[in-house]
């Protein structure tokens, strides 16, 4: 029912609140090797920031009618985040989410999620990949968490964050397959049109996310919604040097802290629950292009612990922050279906809660390595079985 009143708007309007025309005009314009990136002499009309691959597996789609590929479109973002977390809960959240609350994974995740799939974004997608791939892992299906990874990767690029701690952690049996398969993702444009049009894309590709990675000239309602919008909300403007610099460093952090717990011998759910919540922290509020929608890598993190705080309503300052945390990432999203988003509150919502989670995160994880208790509270497994 919830995919049909998605679906219903499109069939309508196939333009308004619809990402779509953007990847068919890119599958179009890939067919006809016409340009892919707006160039200095083009207008902002061009949308389009993904790699060349994407546009090549969109030429099929912009064969389709508008209205059809839209409406397909969000049934194929849907069922794989409805695939992925799915099979992440059975997989990777075995011990720490009973089955008789697994629905409420669902739930608690789509209020996040449900606006990427209603507007065509390919949020759901993504992070139904990235679920995949970390379930893939733990069930020692290397090939196919590669193939998953990568995907992810191509697509929206700052995924690579989570591929480079599962390469680190699975040196032998992941890294290889996942590198493999991103050059092939990145060479197999040049096999499907002409190379030097290819080559040409990429130049602009890489120049397109080089200018439109600094959004601060845009002001307040126009930059990204990461550390350095919030930064600016209380009156200190962090520059984009000194911001990359922040994000190489938390980058590096994490992946000491992860290598940390494998050696403290954290069970293997736990560390890539762990790597999941904290390589999205980073994709969000310490990202390179955060968007409203872009929260929606959150909603399995942060649903996590609200599940687990229904078995301990004891723990009421707990219960109370988490609640309160994912009120925070939820409420932009409601405000902006009643075009509420240009309050001055609502835009630093989502980093604020992100930040306030990432430092949770830590705390609990860093604190279950030092006590290691062989059974850890259902509370504290978190961001501990989220490890």
Known sequence: MGLLICCIPTVIEPINHNVYPVYDAAGSNWRHAIGLYPTAQDSKELLFRYSPIVAASFAPWSL?????????????????????????????????????????????????????????????????????????????????????????????????????LLAAAYPRRFAPRFFLVLAIGLVLPFVLQNPRYVSEQYVHWVDHLHNDNDRAHLGYYGMFRDLRLLTSYVGFEMGYRAYQVVQLVLGAGIAVFCGIAWRRGIAESTRLHWMVGLSCCWMTVFGPATELCTYGLMAPVIAVPLIESFDRPSHRIRLGLWWTIYALLCIPVVAGWFDWQHSVLVPPMQPLATLVLFVCLIAVAARRMVNKSETPSLPQVTMARAA
């Open 64 to 164: 389709l009618p508008l209205t059809v590929g839209s409406v397909l479109w969000r049934l194929v973002n849907a069922a794989v985040f409805l695939l992925g977390l799915g099979w992440y809960g059975r997989a990777v959240l075995t011990d720490t989410i009973s089955v008789s609350r697994r629905p409420w994974l669902f739930l608690l995740s789509l209020l996040l999620v449900g606006v990427s799939i209603f507007n065509g974004q390919a949020n759901a997608l993504v992070l139904g990949l990235i679920l995949m791939a970390v379930a893939a892992v733990i069930t020692a299906r290397f090939n196919f968490a590669a193939l998953v990874m990568a995907a992810a990767c191509l697509f929206k690029g700052y995924p690579i964050a989570l591929g480079l």
